[in-house]
């Protein structure tokens, strides 16, 4: 009998490096990077995180609400299931964790409390670093 796949459950799923996570590392203008990569969660995470840190709760979580969107999109492309480890460490990932953040504190901040807790244990079940990287424990 041949046995396939992992018996400890799906493999980690890594993401291709998102090109406007250079851009935007560079200095171009979220927005702008945003209306030129629209599949970008790294963009939609870094407007959403702009909008927080002004105080813009509703904007940012429908920045936010984007990217996670859009991460959910590239990693079912990936492989992705639903489930299974999305490893923090993998930097292309990361783009995905801080939409998932930015969610958050958004949903935090328009008093969503179901949404809060469910994207807690979304984000420490993908990766059970993520949580203190992201300033979230």
């Given at each position: 009998m041949t046995v396939h796949g992992n018996l400890l459950g799906p493999e980690p799923t890594r993401l291709p490096v998102d090109p406007a996570a250079a851009e935007l590392a560079g200095g171009a203008d979220a927005k702008t990077v945003a209306a030129a990569h629209p599949a970008s969660m790294t963009a939609w995470a870094t407007l959403a995180e702009g909008a927080l840190a002004d105080g813009e709760s509703v904007t940012a979580y429908a920045y936010a609400r984007t990217g996670y969107h859009r991460g959910l999109d590239q990693l079912r492309r990936n492989g992705w299931k639903g489930f299974g480890p999305i490893p923090w460490s993998h930097e292309p990932?990361?783009?995905?964790?801080?939409?998932?953040?930015?969610?958050?504190?958004?949903?935090?901040?328009?008093?969503?409390?179901?949404?809060?807790?469910?994207?807690r244990a979304f984000i420490a079940d993908s990766d059970s670093t993520a949580p203190a990287e992201l300033g979230l424990s």
């Open positions: 990932n990361q783009g995905v964790f801080r939409a998932l953040a930015a969610l958050l504190r958004a949903s935090e901040a328009i008093g969503e409390t179901d949404e809060v807790e469910r994207l």
